[in-house]
C-alpha cells in the first residue's frame, strides 16, 4: 500500500494543475473577447489608409466603399465639379486614381474619403461616396462616417 499512495497523490496533483491550467485558459479567453477595442483610432487619414492596404480586404466593386486619400484637387473655373487626384486602397499599396465630386463637397487634400469601384477594362470608374473619419469600428466591421454624400443625378 505504501507504493501506491505516492503514486495517487502525484496523479491527483497532476489532474489538479490539469484542471487548474483548463480554468485559467477558459478565463483568458473570455477576457481577451471583452477586451476587444469597439473601434481603432488612427492618428492621421493617412495612416488609416495605409493599415487599409495592409490589413483588410479592399475589393473594388459597386457592393464595397474603399478608403481613398485626396492627393490633389483640380478645379476648373465656372465648373460645379472637381476632379480629384486620389491614393486608392487597394490589397497591396495605395493606388493612384481620379474621380469627380460637386465642388460644394468642399473636400481638401488630406480628406479620406470612401469610394465604390466599378471595374472596367480600361480604367474603373470610381464614386465618391462619403467622408471617412480615421476610425475603424472594429465591432461593425467597416469605416466610420463622417458625412455621407448625396448627389442628385
Known sequence: MK???????GL???????????LT???????????MPQSLYFKSNR???????KFLNNTHSIQSIVPALIDQIWDKEGDDMVEL????????TPQPATCFVPKALRLQVGD????????RESRPFIMAQCKLKPEYSVKNGGWV????FHVHA
Open 25 to 35: 485558459e477558459k478565463k483568458k479567453g473570455t477576457s481577451s473577447s471583452t477586451s
Open 85 to 92: 487626384g486620389i491614393f486608392l486602397a487597394s490589397n497591396d
Open 47 to 53: 495612416d488609416a489608409l495605409e493599415y487599409s492596404c
Open 145 to 148: 462616417v463622417e458625412t455621407a
Open 112 to 119: 479620406l474619403i470612401g469610394c465604390s469601384v466599378i471595374p
Open 3 to 9: 507504493s501506491i499512495f505516492p503514486l495517487l497523490i
Open 12 to 22: 491527483a496533483a497532476l489532474i489538479s494543475a490539469f484542471v487548474l491550467w483548463k
